[in-house]
């Protein structure tokens, strides 16, 4: 079974308050938008203290660790490169272009490693993902309205 099909329901709050109200930005957007430009900066660091938090905490958050580790790392690494271009932008403009490119695309691939890291460490299983693969009329496992849901 796969951790989202057998969660609690504390476990389905967790999930939905670090997919769409944590690792999407929206802390930091909303910061932004009420004309804290610092926020950008200030607030992923707490966002990725708070999924990690979720992250290590006990066992009832266990089957969520991977999927929260990974949401952590891909916000750690969008925040290397808002950091990179905040701080190294001013800089970068006296370097060549190229040099430039090679840094702010270099800091791209940080979110990369770290969830290939994250990846590596928690080995997925495809019993642990809900795709089934060469069917495209799979069974999502999702309900609507006590209907399940279908991709076509």
């Known amino acids: 079974m796969t951790a989202v099909r057998s ?3 504390a476990q389905a709050v967790v999930l939905w308050i670090a997919v769409v109200g944590l690792a999407t930005g929206l802390p930091a957007s909303l910061a932004g938008a009420a004309g ?3 926020g950008r900066l200030v607030l992923p660091p707490v966002v990725i203290s708070v999924l990690l938090a979720f992250a290590l905490i006990g066992r009832k958050f266990a089957p969520l660790r991977p999927l929260l580790l990974v949401l952590a790392a891909t916000v750690a690494g969008l925040h290397v490169i808002t950091v990179v271009s905040e701080l190294l932008g001013p800089r970068l403009e006296s370097l060549p272009v190229a040099v430039g ?3 702010i695309n270099g800091a791209k691939l940080v979110p990369l490693i770290l969830v290939a890291l994250v990846l590596l460490a928690h080995r997925p299983r495809l019993a642990d ?3 089934r693969f060469g ?4 069974a999502t496992g999702l309900r609507v309205a006590g209907r399940s849901l ?3």
């Open 101 to 103: 490119i090679l840094v």
């Open 129 to 131: 993902s809900a795709l």
């Open 150 to 152: 279908d991709w076509r």
């Open 36 to 38: 804290w430009a610092a």
């Open 135 to 138: 069917d495209p009329r799979a």
């Open 7 to 9: 969660s609690t329901r």
